[in-house]
């Protein structure tokens, strides 16, 4: 018991929280410097610790995982954080993935490129070092799959992979919407006409595609001739360009203009070229076609086969029977002899247009300055950008992939040792799940009869006290009634101190309330008797 102003508090949750209630209401009206103040407001102290650790204690035993209730609270309590680990956990692993798999698929990358030019580890390991130094918005993989077409090239030296990726990426972003997204293939065209010309060996294979990719820049800007069908219309021609030491700005401007007219591209390649063999085989004919005399005819062509197909295509409008020497020439052609003449004369009725194509093509193949300037605008837009910061990240994330692959690797293995483990333990759990389920259904017997112990325990206790309650009022009536008040009095305490702030004294009071009232009547009984 405890005893608050000379007052028996029982040594119960129920009946503390009620004395500190009221001692809350009694220190409203004192002074804060006052003794009674100040003891009252220890007792408050005191009984609140008692009311906190049995608060303490309630909750401890309110999360007893062992009890379904327990299980409950544990769960609601726990399962967000633990979800919420779960899903760090989940994000980490599969950020690692991404990493990792970045780094494999440079990797991959980097492979083809020793594969295609036969570089080591160690240069190609060069390479990506130097692709990291240039400033473009294309991707490492894809400055890789460059070089992979450099090496099917027949390129194999480091610088010149080097400075045929520098350049093909100046093509790919400066005309790759022009030469109809597959700009990798046109490159890879580009790079074999730059090879069929010789112009590596004259100017250097970076220098030789920039001069190049200028020119076909040019044309296609000056007039509506597409790209593509410039580089595939010189593609055809190629062969016979060089043959005849045509240069490669001519055929791209003969190229330009073909299409520019609206000459399908693979009729007028066929036309040039077989027009082409048949100067070069009958130039007494062509020299008629063309105004001239067969000595000065020949010098020109010796000199410039270009020009020479021009001067016939000149003559073709000056002279009314051009056209019946020509179809005579061309009837023993390969082709279907009405479409070549059919290209040729509309050549020939804009003989100015395929110069100023070609001048146009020469001009911008000697500055080798038009594919750089396109370049540099398509680099340096918001697009590219953002591009070039995607880039770097992406740079960030392989370089962390290349790091965590060997602890990736190892993490693998041990995935799969833990899903061999899940392979064998799930079937031995259905091959013993009714010995599982006789293991939990004995544990929850066994919790069961441990609570409902308990609970008989405590309705014992309560019926002990209750008894010794009764004995206590018994007695209490005994001796009221044999005139021994001071016995009577002290059962009567004692009453009190078992049975205040219980049901069972509840009861018991009630009781005690009637056999208190019997025996005064039956006091007054006597006197009146």
Do not use: C
């Not at 303490?56 to 544990?74: H, V």
């Not at 780094?103 to 390991?125: H, P």
């Not at 479409?339 to 040729?344: G, L, N, T």
């Not at 091959?431 to 069961?448: G, P």
């Amino acid at each position: 018991n405890f005893y608050i102003n000379n007052k028996v508090v029982t040594n119960d949750i129920k009946s503390i929280e009620k004395a500190v209630k009221d001692l809350r209401s009694q220190i409203k009206f004192l002074e804060f410097d006052s003794h009674q103040y100040q003891l009252r407001m220890a007792e408050i102290k005191r009984l609140n610790r008692i009311v906190y650790e049995h608060n303490q204690a309630l909750s401890a035993t309110r999360y007893n995982l062992f009890t379904l209730k327990g299980l409950a609270n544990a769960f609601n309590k726990y399962w967000p954080m633990i979800m919420g680990t779960i899903g760090t956990i989940v994000g980490t692993i599969t950020g690692i993935k991404r990493t990792v798999e970045a780094y494999a698929e440079l990797e991959d990358k980097m492979s083809d490129v020793m594969k295609t030019t036969g570089l080591t580890r160690e240069q190609v390991g060069w390479l990506n070092e130097e692709f990291k130094k240039i400033d473009t918005r294309s991707t490492k993989n894809e400055l890789f799959e460059l070089a992979r077409v450099a090496g099917k090239l027949g390129i194999t030296s480091r610088e010149e992979v080097l400075g045929f990726v520098k350049a093909s990426d100046k093509i790919v972003i400066a005309l790759k919407k022009d030469l109809g997204g597959s700009a990798e293939e046109a490159v890879n065209v580009i790079g074999k006409l730059v090879e069929v010309f010789e112009l590596r060996e004259k100017f250097g294979i970076e220098e030789a595609l920039i001069r190049v990719g200028s020119a076909i820049n040019v044309l296609g800007m000056s007039s509506a001739a597409n790209e593509q069908h410039i580089v595939s219309f010189t593609k055809r021609a190629a062969g016979v360009g060089k043959t005849s030491e045509i240069t490669i700005p001519n055929i791209l401007g003969i190229a330009a203009a073909s299409d520019a007219l609206a000459l399908s591209t693979e009729v007028a390649s066929t036309a040039y070229t077989q027009l082409m063999g048949r100067i070069a085989k009958d130039t007494a004919t062509f020299a008629t076609i063309a105004g001239m005399k067969l000595e000065d005819f020949i010098e020109i062509y010796d000199k410039d086969a270009n020009e020479a197909m021009l001067k016939v295509l000149e003559g073709l409008n000056k002279n009314a029977d051009g056209f019946r020497g020509l179809a005579n020439a061309m009837d023993g052609a390969s082709m279907d002899g009405e479409k070549a003449i059919s290209v040729i004369s509309t050549l020939a009725n804009k003989v100015d247009f395929v110069r100023q194509q070609q001048e146009l093509a020469t001009i911008a193949f000697d500055e080798g300055t038009s594919l750089i300037e396109e370049f540099n605008i398509k680099n340096e837009n918001a697009q590219a950008i953002l591009e070039k910061q995607r880039k770097n990240l992406r740079n960030i994330v392989e370089e962390l992939g290349q790091s965590l692959t060997p602890a990736y690797i190892e993490s693998t293995k041990a995935t799969a040792w833990f899903l061999n483990i899940l392979r064998e333990l799930i079937p031995w759990f259905f091959r013993n799940i009714s010995s599982i389920l006789s293991l939990v259904s004995a544990i929850v017997a066994y919790r069961t009869a441990i609570s409902v112990t308990h609970l008989l325990q405590k309705q014992f206790t309560a019926s002990l006290i209750f008894g010794k309650g009764v004995v206590l009022l018994f007695a209490a009536a005994y001796y009221k009634l044999t005139g021994d008040i001071k016995k009577a009095a002290a059962a009567m305490r004692l009453f009190n101190i078992i049975s205040k702030g219980s049901f069972w004294g509840i009861l018991a009071g009630t009781i005690a309330a009637v056999a208190s009232a019997l025996t005064v009547y039956i006091s007054f009984k006597k006197k009146a008797t």
